[in-house]
Every structure is written in structure tokens, then in C-alpha cells.
């Protein structure tokens, strides 16, 4: 008998049935932007800080959030009592993930399209990330659907670095989430999405077979087939449902432990419901989560009142997160969601 790697089982871990992962990768700059949502409190980058804290500091994290995303330098930042906020979240069985993009660059001979920057010196940051406890990273690459885009040079050359990325994150033991994005920007349709979606996944799973990525230890994080944001026809949730599991398997390996959705510019309960319609259809080889950033940050980031702890900001967290991982089991309702007694805004249309 086989025995399981450690790699693999925290895979496994990280998109356990009625849990998923917080992608709060977002700079402090960024929440003082409103690029979560407008918040009260939220006016310097030292209350986006305390703001931080507060995410760490939720009691119940781990109860529907297995793993939380985050830049490296939340690993040196401390909460006012002096605990480093990775402790914070340690404490609460929460696994800790970071993401080692340091930006974009242009794609040679290209105007519209990027490739991430970050694989220089990558190593010897993934050896000191690791021995400070983190689990896990996240590497991101994106396609932009317009007309005559995306090219086949722009998915393989992102493609390939997702699998540079995860090769090393093997090599110092750590779990790689391989994000190949399509962008919902745009007035393309369903179907375009899907033909796009199709592209970039078989190019990512190409370019990971050949750097010998065991798709056991890995997380897939992806975008659901969805109608691009200013396509006239929107399409319903089953169709979103069912459009997105026949695309994921034509591609993905059944080997793969789960996939984390990413939500992409969906509103929080649009997100949340077609994670719970894909998972009311029968079951598939693959656990279906999500590793939402916006679509949870939205609604703590507008609620919060100022606190680090106690605080509504909290309260807020834990309702999305719950509401998420009840749609992990297909068990979500819109009378649940009311539960919060919180409006539900609108998406924002610019990511």
C-alpha cells in the first residue's frame, strides 16, 4: 500500500469538505484604495493594518477556512500585543500560504499581454517562508479575452511559470495553488469563456506533467465559466454550474485533491451560489471549494468598525465564510445567507 506524502495530504487538507481558503493577498495600500469594498476605517495603511489584525484575530477562523493567503510581509507584521500575526492564525489550525509574485511584466513582442514577475531568487525565499511555517504558495498568472486574445505564446509562457513556481515550491516542501486565470472582463460570451478556459488548463496540466508535478500535491485554483462582466446575456447559475464541471473534466486529473475557485468580480452571493450548484450535481473526482478573496473580504472590510477584536468586521467573516462552506457541501440557501441581515452589493466590474 502506497503511503500518502506529506505534500498531498496537506492538499488534501486545504480543501477539506466545508472548508475552503481566504486569498487575502491584498496589499495595505490596496484596502485603502476600496479595492474590497469602501470602508469607515479604513483611511491610512496603518488602519489597514489593524484591519489585518482583525482577520487574524476572528474567532472560529478555521472553522470554514482552512488556509488563509497572504504577501510575505504579513509574516513580519505583529499585532499591538507584540504576537506576530502568523501565531494569530497558527493558533486557530489555520495553514498559512504566501504569494511570491513581485509584479508584471510585458510579454516580449506583446502590448496587451503579461507575464508575472518573481521566479528570480525564489528559492531561498521559499526556504526561510517554510521554515517560518508557511504551507503553502500561490502563483498566479492571467488571460485576457479580447478580440485575437489570448495568444498561444502568452498562455504556454504563463503557463510554464506556474510550473516553475511549483516545481520549486516541491522542492522545499511546500504545496503550490497553480491559478491559471481567465479574466470575466469583457463582453465576450459563455462559450467563449469556456473555449478559453479549456486552452489555458490544458497548457497549465501540459507544462506541469513535464516539469513531473504529481497532481496529488497540488491545489488547482481557477476561474468557473461564467459570461464575461459586460456580455448582454448572463448566464443563469445551473447553466454556470454545469458549463464549468464540463470543462474542468475534459482537463483536470481525477488525482487532483480539489479545486479552490476563485470568484473573479462575481458578487459574494453569485460566487457562493454557483459553488453550491456545482456541488448539488453529482459528485466528481475532485473536491470543489473556493479560494475567494473579494467575494469574503468584501463584506467584513464594510463592516468594520474599527476593532481588532469584537468586533462587527468579524462577524461579517465568519457569516462568508460559513456561507461558503456550506456551498462546498451543497448545502448553502438564500435563507441562510439572510441569516447575516447584511445587504449584499453589488460586483465590481474592474478586476
Known amino acids: 500500500m502506497t503511503t500518502e506524502s506529506t505534500l498531498a495530504a496537506t492538499a488534501r487538507r486545504m480543501v477539506a469538505p466545508g472548508k475552503g481558503i481566504f486569498a487575502a493577498d491584498v496589499p495595505l495600500k490596496g484596502l ?3 479595492w474590497w469594498g469602501e470602508s469607515a476605517h479604513a483611511r491610512t495603511e496603518e488602519d489597514a493594518a489593524h484591519f489585518q489584525e482583525m482577520i487574524c484575530r476572528t474567532a472560529g477562523l478555521g ?25 494569530l492564525v497558527a493558533e486557530q489550525g489555520v495553514l498559512l500560504g504566501i504569494t511570491p509574485t513581485t509584479g508584471w511584466q510585458l510579454l516580449g513582442g506583446s502590448e496587451h499581454e503579461y507575464v508575472p514577475r518573481g521566479l528570480d531568487g525564489l528559492a531561498k ?51 503550490p495553488i497553480v491559478e491559471p486565470e481567465v479574466e470575466m472582463k469583457g463582453e465576450h460570451t459563455i462559450e467563449r469563456q469556456f473555449d478559453v478556459t479549456e486552452r489555458f488548463l490544458h497548457r497549465t496540466f501540459e507544462a506541469l506533467y513535464e516539469h513531473d508535478i504529481l497532481p496529488e500535491e497540488i491545489v488547482l485554483k481557477t476561474n468557473m465559466v461564467v459570461s464575461g462582466s459586460d456580455c448582454p446575456e448572463q ?14 473534466r475534459r482537463v483536470v486529473p481525477p488525482a487532483l485533491p480539489g479545486i479552490g475557485f476563485l470568484s473573479g468580480g462575481q458578487s ?44 462587527s468586521g468579524q462577524t461579517a467573516l465568519r457569516h462568508r465564510a460559513r456561507m461558503n462552506g456550506l456551498a462546498t457541501l451543497g448545502e448553502w440557501s438564500a435563507v441562510a445567507e439572510k441569516g447575516n441581515g447584511q445587504r449584499q452589493p453589488a460586483a465590481r466590474r474592474d478586476e
Open 32 to 34: 485603502v484604495r476600496g
Open 63 to 87: 472553522e470554514h477556512l482552512s488556509s488563509i493567503i497572504v504577501f510575505p510581509d504579513v509574516l513580519d507584521r505583529r499585532a499591538g500585543d507584540g504576537t506576530p500575526l502568523a501565531d
Open 125 to 175: 525565499r521559499l526556504e526561510a517562508w517554510r521554515e517560518r511555517g508557511v504551507a503553502f504558495v500561490k502563483w498566479r498568472v492571467a488571460a485576457r479575452v479580447r478580440t485575437g486574445l489570448p495568444t498561444e505564446r502568452a498562455l504556454v509562457s504563463n503557463a510554464r511559470s506556474v510550473a516553475e513556481c511549483a516545481a520549486l515550491a516541491h522542492q522545499f516542501g511546500l504545496v
Open 235 to 248: 448566464a443563469g447559475v445551473d447553466i454556470v454550474a454545469q458549463e464549468t464541471l464540463r470543462c474542468l
Open 268 to 311: 459574494d452571493r453569485d460566487a457562493t451560489a454557483h459553488l453550491d450548484a456545482m456541488n448539488r450535481l453529482a459528485p466528481q473526482p475532485w473536491a470543489l471549494s473556493f479560494s475567494f478573496g473579494r467575494a469574503i473580504g468584501r463584506a467584513p472590510v464594510e463592516a468594520w468598525d474599527g476593532k481588532t477584536d469584537e468586533s
